[in-house]
């Protein structure tokens, strides 16, 4: 196969597509970031583009990586993820590897999105929120920690809660239709 005399990198090659692949999914985290980070309190970065297009084109890319690469090269069953063994015969392959790379970068930006969302519901200040913010892109269960140790101390729990509240489920159903009779 013909490598470009520029790059050399053919995007038809095997070889380099996992490489390609976490460029782009590193690229879609990264700017997701950064508006999380310039923009925390803004809908369109915390809800549209950080908490709904980035994990949604993450998660696009996160399935084709995980069905191309999953039966690649020799045949691999589900039951390699539930022992220790089988995960390092899985992650041996380039493509399983970055699939596990793409789904941590996923879920750390729900993470950050719902945070910032959270943050801006109950009001913490952005001096608390930009640490837990850095420390969830790096290592995303420790930013967890530090943000629930921050809305710890200011008792801010109960006042989350109502917001995350669901109606209560013991009251009568409301037809959406108004009734004939006029009395």
Known sequence: M??????????????????????????????????LIVFPRQSWANFWFAGLWVPLLLGILYTFVLFYYFFAEYRSTPFHFLTLDGLRCLLAKDGLLLAIFLDILLLSIIAGAWM??????????????LPCLLLTFAVPGTGFAIFALFVSTGGRWSQMARFEGQPPTNTEPV???????AT
Request: hydrophobic share 40%; net charge positive; charged share 20%.
């Open 175 to 181: 037809f959406a239709r108004p009734s004939t009779d």
């Open 2 to 35: 013909d490598y470009c005399q520029y790059c050399r990198i053919c995007f038809a090659e095997p070889r380099v597509l996992p490489d390609i692949l976490y460029i782009i999914g590193f690229v879609f985290t990264g700017l997701g970031w950064l508006t």
């Open 116 to 129: 910032c969302r959270k943050a801006a519901q109950i009001r913490m200040p952005y001096i608390y929120l």
